[in-house]
């Protein structure tokens, strides 16, 4: 039986189906662990929205990056912080926690190659849409456990849904999904230059997938698919040497 090339891609889409999430398009990065983040930048009058890996020092586009929520983010949310998000105590949601846990991606937000200098007042990071089976929320919790929502699309997305960026800063917010699966993301940066005056990015999507904690079934078909893509390579291999 002769192998064609096109079976592998197919059988790794066909895995990812199983997990809950779809092989990106392209050659996008999946990156879910270490410290990422949505960089702004500026040049020569327009915004440079992009993704770094402060762990290899890599710029991506965003839409060479695809950020993977594992499915250790899994909480069930407490009351005080269902009680800002609009969701019942002990809803689950997946998330990206502002304090770094090795297991999941450290996802910040960096504006440190802007001057200060050159911006009068904040800029903002607006969610301008989503796409995906559920919503999103960013927030902080305060030195005295007091939670301030940034963004939270579970009512509809509009322009109080937004980051508030000082120039030339970097921080951490946390990132929660109610539902497993694929998201897109549209952000606008826009800020007042002391220069260009007001400038705006325009929407710019970013790739989230939420990845569900694989039930037993899953896991069993996972380990077909897995061991016959094994067999496959395999018989390639040896036909190559052979
Ligand atoms: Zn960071």
Redesign the pocket.
């Given at each position: 039986m002769k192998l064609k090339l096109s079976v592998i891609p197919i059988t790794v889409a066909a895995l990812g189906a199983l997990l809950g999430w779809a092989a990106p398009a392209g050659a996008a990065t999946l990156l879910n662990r270490g410290?990422v983040?949505i960089g702004i930048g500026y040049d020569a009058g327009a915004f440079d929205l992009h993704v770094h890996d402060?762990e290899s020092d890599t710029e991506y586009s965003p839409g060479d990056a695809v950020l993977g929520v594992n499915a250790s983010a899994r909480r069930l949310t407490s009351a005080g912080l269902g009680v800002a998000l609009g969701l019942s105590a002990g809803t689950p949601l997946w998330i990206l926690p502002a304090a770094q846990d090795p297991e999941l991606l450290?996802l910040?937000l960096?504006t440190e190659e802007l001057s200060d200098s050159e911006w009068s007042g904040n800029l903002s990071l607006t969610l301008k849409g989503i796409s995906g089976p559920g919503s999103v929320a960013a927030w902080s919790v305060g030195s005295l456990g007091e939670i301030s929502v940034h963004l939270n699309s579970r009512d509809g997305v509009n322009a109080s849904d937004r980051f508030s960026l000082l120039a030339g800063s970097?921080g951490?917010v946390n990132l929660g999904f109610t539902e497993p699966g694929n998201y897109e993301l549209l952000f606008e940066a826009t800020g007042t230059h002391l220069t260009d005056g007001v400038v705006a990015s325009g929407d710019v999507a970013y790739a989230f997938s939420v990845i569900p904690e694989p039930s037993v079934g899953r896991l069993a078909a996972i380990g077909v698919v897995t061991g016959w893509l094994f067999r496959r390579r395999t018989r390639c291999a040896s036909r190559t040497v052979g």
């Open positions: 410290h983040d402060e450290f910040g960096g970097h951490h």
